[in-house]
């Protein structure tokens, strides 16, 4: 079992950035592809953006291509959302994810095996 430890949210601005950085802790950190999801209030959780196992494959929600980036440091078991020119609707508590198919970066949420508690985002208008 793996795992995962978010930080990095906060209160921004519109305009701002932020950078999220999720811990990973528990087994060999290259098995697995990492997400991000987020969850605003009073809407389903869904998905952000995607890295396999390498850095080598990425994939990002429609709604976050061209600001947010996606990266991981596998000498530090730790993957990171850079966030730039955030709108208020990017406020949502923001949670990373593992997939023990390391090959791909997938968007879909059922095929994350583990999950960390979640990091809230604000970001004002």
């Known amino acids: 079992q793996v795992q995962l430890v978010e930080s990095g949210g906060g209160l921004v601005q519109t305009g701002g950035s932020l950078r999220l950085s999720c811990a990973a802790s528990?087994?060999?950190?290259?098995?697995?592809?990492m997400g991000w999801f987020r969850q605003a209030p009073g809407k389903e959780r869904e998905f952000v953006a995607a890295?396999?196992?390498?850095?080598?494959?990425?994939n990002y929600a429609d709604s976050v291509k061209g600001r947010f980036t996606i990266s991981r440091d596998n000498a530090k078991n730790t993957v990171y959302l850079q966030m730039n020119s955030l709108k208020p609707e990017d406020t949502a508590v923001y949670y990373c994810?593992?997939?023990?198919?390391?090959?791909?970066?997938?968007?879909?949420?059922?095929?994350?095996?583990?999950w960390g508690q979640g990091t809230r985002v604000t970001v004002s208008s």
């Open positions: 994810a593992a997939d023990n198919f390391r090959y791909r970066a997938t968007t879909t949420m059922g095929e994350y095996d583990y």
């Open positions: 890295i396999n196992w390498s850095g080598g494959s990425t």
């Open positions: 528990g087994r060999t950190f290259t098995n697995y592809a």
